[in-house]
């Protein structure tokens, strides 16, 4: 058997080469950038540790703890801070604890008592057409009212997806609110329901699963992936062409001054839409997958900012805080990181990492260092009482950061489904198709590989 090549170092990519290796299937990683990982950059210097990226992971499936534990890394995670749970809001200007409990929901001052009588309806609203697409913002709106929209779900969909709400699709960008909906009549009802089949299924919500991430940082499970995989991986190997042969797959690398051929079995991507969309496919009746290269990543700046802790008012006793559009800020938000997760600042200092641009403003983020320092200072200055000067700051950009699925994305997921359908052998994965948290991507990596076992162990039952 040759092996199957995997194109793409994200955690993808990484999880399915991985698991066919522990299945002794061989395979070639080809990563075009100088390291894997993708959006995972941890930068530790002066007693700080900064996630560029995403800074936690959510244990939502059995698998992500299996490949925890096949890498030897459970002694390395820490989970976070059981009590930095909170979450907050920010309203007028200030932090508004987010309520964990109906008796905290009805006295919370972060929405109005016309916002919770609304909300009481929720159960009594109508589901709609299977067949019809809202926007988050549209569904938000008819189940929830317009103050949920603008003080849950859209500093919400500003912190995990970067985006906005009247462009997301809710079908694709939050596929368990439509089936809970569509299911059950109900959000309300849909959320006491549905967590006896997540238990049946080992499943956890994204709401209630455990988070975590290592001592070293995120990058440490990047990082040991790619030494599990020895050889296996070629760093600064763009692929710019897929072919079908006789025997399966032949890859071909764009090297500086040259171009190389190499052969496989079955090839899987796990690259961003807009780089699969500029691989040429050949040999092979397709869709024409040019159509990728206009799924939306907008820019995210992240922004890791460290104070001596007395220069801080605010206890910082949560995850982080969330800032609606309507507040008017410049960040999206700013997790805590610190109190998060131990080791993230010296003692007696605190780490704060924010996040600017994404949908709501995509111009900001690719501001220069010193002004996008300057917009999270003076926010943070008004949210959490900040003064005196950072004694640690790092700046990081992502110009293209996170797919946005928004409505129409169900065409994307059908033109990767129809190419695979129209090519065995190929299969496509990853955070354009599967899901963009860590999680998902994780698990995507495990269902590759599944796939690809299948394929090889009987290639027409892939016809």
Same mark, same amino acid.
């Given at each position: ?27 070639? %990683?080809? #990563? ?26 959510? #244990? ?57 009588? =609304? ?13 019809? #697409? ?58 006491? %329901? ?64 040259? %171009? ?66 309507? #507040? ?86 059908? %033109?990767?489904? =129809? ?45």
């Amino acid at each position: 058997m040759k092996s199957v090549a995997i194109i793409g170092g994200g955690i993808t990519g990484l999880t399915a080469a991985f698991r066919l290796q522990k299945c002794q299937i061989p395979v070639t %990683l080809y #990563e075009a950038g100088c390291r894997v990982g993708g959006p995972i950059p941890t930068v530790r210097e002066n007693g700080y540790l900064a996630e560029c990226g995403p800074n936690t992971i959510l #244990e939502t499936s059995p698998q992500i703890s299996e490949l925890i534990r096949e890498l030897g890394l459970e002694s390395q995670r820490i989970y976070s801070n059981p009590r930095a749970n909170n979450r907050y809001i920010a309203r007028n200007g200030r932090p508004a604890r987010v309520p964990d409990s109906v008796g905290r929901f009805l006295s919370s001052h972060l929405f109005s008592a016309a916002a919770k009588v =609304r909300l009481g309806c929720e159960p009594f609203i109508s589901r709609s057409h299977p067949d019809q #697409e809202e926007s988050v913002s549209e569904f938000v709106t008819r189940r929830l009212g317009k103050e949920f929209l603008d003080y849950a779900i859209n500093p919400m969909v500003g912190g995990v997806y970067a985006g906005d709400p009247c462009r997301l699709s809710v079908r694709h960008a939050f596929p368990k609110l439509h089936a809970l909906e569509q299911r059950y009549g109900s959000l309300i009802a849909g959320q006491f %329901l549905g967590a006896r089949e997540r238990k049946r299924q080992g499943r956890v919500s994204k709401q209630n699963a455990p988070k975590f991430s290592f001592d070293l940082g995120l990058e440490l499970l990047t990082d040991t992936l790619h030494k599990a995989l020895h050889n296996s991986v070629l760093l600064g190997h763009p692929i710019t062409c897929i072919q079908r042969t006789a025997c399966g797959w032949t890859v071909t690398l764009g090297l500086p001054g040259q %171009l190389r051929a190499e052969e496989h079995s079955a090839v899987i991507v796990a690259i961003p839409a807009y780089d699969l969309a500029r691989i040429k496919i050949v040999n092979v009746e397709i869709p024409n997958i040019s159509a990728l290269k206009k799924v939306y990543y907008p820019p995210v700046a992240s922004i890791a900012l460290g104070f001596r802790r007395e220069d801080v008012q605010h206890p910082l006793d949560g995850f982080g805080v969330l800032v609606p559009e309507v #507040e008017r800020m410049n960040i999206l938000g700013s997790i805590f990181s610190s109190s998060l997760f131990a080791g993230r600042a010296p003692n007696g200092h605190i780490l704060l990492t924010s996040y600017l641009g994404g949908s709501r403003a995509p111009e900001l983020a690719l501001s220069s260092p010193e002004a996008l320092i300057d917009y999270t200072l003076k926010d943070l200055g008004r949210l959490l009482g900040v003064t005196g000067k950072p004694t640690y700051q790092h700046c990081f950009v992502f110009r293209k950061a996170i797919p946005q699925y928004n409505v129409g994305y169900g065409r994307y997921i059908d %033109l990767m489904a =129809r190419v695979e359908r129209a090519a065995p052998g190929l299969l496509i994965g990853g955070h354009s198709r599967s899901g963009i948290s860590l999680g998902d991507s994780i698990t995507s990596g495990f269902e590759m590989a599944e796939r690809t076992q299948r394929f090889l162990s009987d290639p027409w039952a892939a016809l």
